[in-house]
């Protein structure tokens, strides 16, 4: 296996500083190589799921508030829409996704996506009227 050294780059507008290759190469001996790189999508994805669309990072563009994708009656939540995050925005978003995909389907005729005041006829009372959305976050949930 042939690895490149990388380097730290300058940070993004994020803070974040993404990796740099260098003009440096090490050889390893090795009969198996499992790789598990990375938290993005795999980009599968889109070749696998024809109209599923994806956000410019690569990762599954979902609904903020109802988790409903571009594909009628798919929802997504968790890492594969908001990227390497938290258990509890996960967590969060299956709940999100669980009162939308109740409302969705207790709806005749189906209709898609799944709006937020269809959501509100089937549970007025559910969690989901409360979460407040914090527009262009990864971080929705309080
Ligand atoms: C090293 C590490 C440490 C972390 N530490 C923390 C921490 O301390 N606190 C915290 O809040 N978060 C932590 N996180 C982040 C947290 O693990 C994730 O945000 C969370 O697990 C995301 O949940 P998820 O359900 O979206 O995805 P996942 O937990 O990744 O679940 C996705 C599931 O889908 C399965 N799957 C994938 N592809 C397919 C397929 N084609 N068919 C069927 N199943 C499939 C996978 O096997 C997996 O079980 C950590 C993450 C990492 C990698």
Same mark, same amino acid.
């Given at each position: 296996?042939?690895?490149?050294?990388?380097?730290?780059?300058?940070?993004?507008?994020?803070?974040?500083?993404?990796?740099?290759?260098?003009?440096?190469?090490?050889?390893?001996?090795?009969?198996?190589?499992?790789?598990?790189?990375?938290?993005?999508?795999?980009?599968?994805?889109?070749?696998?799921?024809?109209?599923?669309?994806?956000?410019?990072?690569?990762?599954?563009? !979902?609904?903020?508030?109802?988790?409903?994708?571009?594909?009628?009656?798919?929802?997504?939540?968790?890492?594969?829409?908001?990227?390497? !995050?938290?258990?509890?925005?996960?967590?969060?978003?299956?709940?999100?996704? !669980?009162?939308?995909?109740?409302?969705?389907?207790?709806?005749?005729?189906?209709?898609?996506?799944?709006?937020?005041?269809?959501?509100? !006829?089937?549970?007025?009372?559910?969690?989901?009227?409360?979460?407040?959305?914090?527009?262009?976050?990864?971080?929705?949930?309080?």
């Amino acid at each position: 296996m042939r690895l490149q050294r990388m380097t730290l780059g300058e940070a993004d507008a994020r803070g974040r500083r993404a990796p740099v290759p260098l003009d440096e190469f090490v050889e390893l001996e090795c009969d198996t190589v499992i790789y598990a790189l990375g938290t993005k999508a795999n980009p599968i994805i889109n070749r696998a799921t024809p109209g599923l669309n994806l956000d410019a990072r690569g990762y599954i563009a !979902a609904d903020e508030r109802t988790q409903a994708t571009s594909l009628p009656g798919v929802f997504a939540g968790g890492d594969i829409v908001t990227g390497g !995050a938290t258990v509890i925005l996960a967590m969060s978003a299956g709940r999100r996704a !669980a009162t939308a995909i109740g409302a969705y389907l207790r709806t005749t005729p189906r209709r898609w996506p799944v709006s937020p005041e269809q959501i509100a !006829a089937f549970a007025p009372t559910s969690a989901f009227a409360d979460i407040p959305v914090e527009q262009g976050s990864t971080h929705a949930m309080s």
